[in-house]
Antibody, heavy 114, light 113 residues
Framework: EVQLVESGGGLVQPGGSLRLSCAASGFTFSSYEMNWVRQAPGKGLEWVSYISSGGTTIYYADSVKGRFTISRDNAKNSLYLQMNSLRAEDTAVYYC???????WGQGALVTVSS | DVVMTQSPLSLPVTLGQPASISCRSSQSLVHSDGNTYLSWFQQRPGQSPRRLIYKVSNRDSGVPDRFSGSGSGTDFTLKISRVEAEDVGVYYCMQGTHWPPETFGQGTKVEIK
């Protein structure tokens, strides 16, 4: 069974940085593409970033391009999202999800506020 | 980007009665490989999204058979044959044919009358 557990969320000031982690278990992580998806309070789902199984292909939503960096460590079964230059509009619950969206984590809340 | 439009956005239903949610895409979701990458997700209150249906009509493991997906091209439907209390939540369609980005509908909130 796919298990994904996010960590690293919290309160950060505008312009600050935060790094989210997603620990994977129950499946062969190194064989799976992965995504980050976010959900602003009371809003819908927004795809944020994608990384291929080997980490060689990466995509970002226009809203985070140049500020966020997705990465993975297959030896550690972990996915990451480095978020820099954070803005109030980045406030959301951030989910890691498997490439086919069959598995989702419980989410990590990121609040950008002064 | 492909725009996904759901209707209705709010759906009050009576327990035991059927429910239907429509999802329309701004362009055909038929991929060059012949598949149509349209999925449906359920998000119960306070929970993470859960995929119910993939490639239009394929139910995920553990999803009750009262959920069904249909459609083609640009028009898709999620049907619940008999709504149960545990079905309360927000339902999203998502296209994975024309990516990046994969895009979601606005969500349809299902509540019990």
């Amino acid at each position: 069974e796919v298990q994904l557990v996010e960590s690293g969320g919290g309160l950060v000031q505008p312009g600050g940085s935060l790094r989210l982690s997603c620990a994977a278990s129950g499946f062969t992580f190194s064989s799976y593409e992965m995504n980050w998806v976010r959900q602003a309070p009371g809003k819908g789902l927004e795809w944020v970033s994608y990384i291929s199984s080997g980490g060689t292909t990466i995509y970002y939503a226009d809203s985070v391009k140049g500020r966020f960096t997705i990465s993975r460590d297959n030896a550690k079964n972990s996915l990451y999202l480095q978020m820099n230059s954070l803005r109030a509009e980045d406030t959301a619950v951030y989910y890691c999800a498997s490439g086919d969206y069959g598995g989702w984590g419980q989410g990590a809340l990121v609040t950008v506020s002064s | 980007d492909v725009v996904m439009t759901q209707s209705p956005l709010s759906l009050p239903v009576t327990l035991g009665q059927p429910a239907s949610i429509s999802c329309r895409s701004s362009q055909s979701l038929v991929h060059s490989d012949g598949n149509t990458y349209l999925s449906w997700f359920q998000q119960r209150p306070g929970q993470s999204p859960r995929r119910l249906i993939y490639k239009v009509s394929n139910r995920d493991s553990g999803v009750p058979d009262r959920f069904s997906g249909s459609g083609s091209g640009t028009d898709f439907t999620l049907k619940i044959s008999r709504v149960e209390a545990e079905d309360v939540g927000v339902y999203y369609c998502m296209q994975g044919t024309h990516w990046p980005p994969e895009t979601f509908g606005q969500g349809t909130k299902v509540e019990i009358k």
